[in-house]
């Protein structure tokens, strides 16, 4: 038995190709009426001309028979061809020329084809691709290959019903990453648990600490991770909830505002101290939340009609505090205490409704314990190399999205860029 040719591959495409455009027309006709209507008008000029090419002759009446049979399989032959029509997207070959000329590409040479493209509001339109050899991994890898193929900004990949569907939201490129000022009124003061932390290409990119509780910001050092903190703890505030923030950098980023609205705190035993009371609470609010029978911090609220404050630890830079290089027995004893209360938050604070959102510009396992990384839910990076990429949310995509020069922009582990708002405490 012998490999087929690329050439026998690419027929065999071409032809999955037409049918899947066929079944998007049949689709189309049958969720759209205007396209239902067009596909009526193509199949009854298909009958019209079937009917005047095949129509009844001074013939025997055996070849008359022959004339009506051709004619009924000629019509049948042009209704998928009358589908394929109504199921054609504008620019799908072109769009595949593309992909070939930028080599996104499978083993046979071929590209994905478009079968489907949908406006999901006035600036993001959904790519739906048939394609085979392109893993989710593969979408990924080259998403910056792609958005140049389609000059367009990917927001997010899916993988469709199967493996040889992959579903695309993108939006034109335009001003989406332009400086964004916070103001007050974008709190979301009737939601405790959710924050908002920036502007993606699709609208904003929110929080909910009830899902992911702990937040790890990290980058490059001008990067914007100590605005991106402040606009977070800023929301905290107005939302009533109790903030703690250890600052060991001299006090410069966190001034009298801070003082007069967040408890801060300057020492590693007063750090011990506090974080020792956290345990404390988190333990009697384990007592309260097993009397009301209550799961989480929400479920308590709506049982008893008590509302328990949220209560946010932060620290803006954690390498300044876990660093045990160089440290004396002493010291290295305190750091081991203070990691040990941090790990316990780590692990049970979310249903407690006690969080830790912390900064970094190298989140390695020296600086940052495993026990505490690996539950810090949400995990944010600004510009950075591959490797402080890796470190932090796992691969190296924030080297290749964020540009060198960028302020303020970020993306998250699961790949969404977006631009921070720019909080600016001297307005406040």
Known sequence: MTNPSNNDLNARTNLRNFLCTVKNGFYNAATNPRKRNLLIVLLLLDALLCAVIYRPHNIPAVLNNIMVI???????????????????????????????RVGFVNHAGE?????????????VVAYTYSCTGFPLKKWIDAQLVIETA???????????????????HCVQPGHVFDLLRWS??????????????????????IIDLNKTPHILIGGNTGSGKTVLLRCILWQCIQQSDIVYI??????VDFGKLWHRFSHIITTEKDLLELLNRLVDELEERKKLFVEADA????DYFQKTNHFLNRIIFSCDEVAELLDKTGADKERKELLSQIEARLSTLARQGRAFGIHLVLATQRPDAN????????????????????????IIIGDGRAAEQIPSDAQGRFITADGTVFQAYYFDDSLV
């Not at 590209?111 to 600036?123: C, G, K, T, V």
């Not at 799961?295 to 929400?298: A, D, F, K, R």
């Open 367 to 390: 600086i940052l314990p495993g026990q505490i990384k690996n539950n810090l839910n949400v995990r944010i990076c600004g510009r950075a190399d591959a490797t402080l990429s890796t």
């Open 184 to 205: 007050d009124t974008y709190v979301l003061r009737h939601n405790d648990n959710l924050l908002i932390v920036g502007r993606g290409l699709t609208g904003d990119i």
């Open 295 to 298: 799961s989480n911090i929400t």
């Open 70 to 100: 051709f004619g009924i399989m000629t019509f049948i032959c042009f209704v998928p061809l009358c589908a394929a029509l109504i199921g054609y997207v504008p620019g799908a070959l072109e769009m595949q020329r593309n992909f070939s």
């Open 150 to 168: 389609l000059n367009m900004l990917i927001e997010s990949i899916h993988e469709g019903r199967d493996r040889r569907t992959i579903t695309l």
């Open 111 to 123: 590209a994905p084809y478009l079968i489907r493209m949908e406006f999901l509001d006035h600036n």
């Open 246 to 251: 250890a600052d060991f950098k001299g006090g």
